[in-house]
């Protein structure tokens, strides 16, 4: 049969057009794929592909593992994380790793990534920016939560509140001043989902009043957290510490 002739090829179609009619809001249809998440029973580098995810309408497994489970596997040699590192990411059976190339393929999928090369390419310097906020987060995060070396981590945190986040909450903040509501473009790219998961993280584990004085980035993390997808996905996910 051709594919024009196809029934269920012809609503999708349609269905395609109508959502393109509606808006960039309404993430594109898209044939339901298989979708698996493995990552360690956190929100950390697996928030924003639950958050695409989410976004999207798109169902998925949210495989959810203990360190001691993960360390076994690999001894064992029975992970099947292509790059040895959680996240990862099965569709239809193919796995792909590392957190930024899940989330572009992802976005890209679910018509969220940029509207053309030049925003793709601005999302992922969005994207980039955060992963260089959130690196000595992370450092942090690991002395204090996993290491458990408290006094280390007291001052990992004096240095990250005072020196280094102060220039990137001064950028997101212009960003989203200067633009038109999001950071890149007319409408909720994963950028934004990035800047924002990350931002509520040091909200919630280090500093609760980061955004004080940030009135513009206050509101924007409220208007992301209350997309559609997003919100449903902020209220139904697991509650847990990291
Ligand atoms: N750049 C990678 C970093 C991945 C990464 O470091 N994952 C950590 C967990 S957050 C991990 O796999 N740790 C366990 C291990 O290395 O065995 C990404 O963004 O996916």
Redo the contacts with the bound molecule.
């Keep these: 049969m051709h594919h024009a002739d196809c029934p269920l090829h012809t609503l999708i179609d349609l269905a395609s057009r109508l959502q393109d009619f509606c808006g960039r809001d309404t993430p594109r249809f898209e044939m339901s794929h298989q979708i698996t998440l493995t990552y360690?029973n956190w929100r950390?580098?697996g928030e924003v592909i639950r958050w695409i995810l989410a976004y999207s309408g798109q169902e998925f497994t949210d495989n959810r593992i203990e360190l001691e489970e993960?360390?076994k596997a690999?001894m064992d040699n029975r992970s099947k994380a292509p790059l040895?590192?959680?996240?990862y990411i099965e569709v239809d059976g193919r796995a792909l790793?590392?957190?930024?190339a899940i989330g572009r393929y992802l976005a890209r999928q679910y018509s969220c990534a940029g509207q053309d090369p030049w925003e793709q390419a601005e999302v992922d310097a969005i994207v980039d920016f955060s992963e260089d906020a959130y690196n000595p987060f992370t450092d942090w995060l690991r002395t204090k939560f996993v290491f458990g070396k408290l006094e280390k981590a007291n001052e990992l945190q004096q240095q990250y509140l005072s020196s280094h986040i102060p220039p990137y909450l001064k950028k997101f903040d212009q960003l989203i001043r200067d633009g038109k509501g999001f950071a890149v473009g007319e409408g909720p790219t994963w950028a934004d989902f990035t800047m924002v998961a990350f931002l509520d993280e040091v909200v919630t584990l280090m500093e609760p009043k980061l955004l004080d004085g940030y009135a513009t980035l206050h509101d924007y993390v409220d208007r992301i957290h209350n997309l559609k997808g997003i919100k449903e996905w902020l209220t139904r996910r697991p509650i847990t510490t990291l």
Excluded: A, D, E
């Design positions: 360690f950390q580098r993960w360390v690999l040895g590192q959680i996240p790793g590392q957190s930024h």
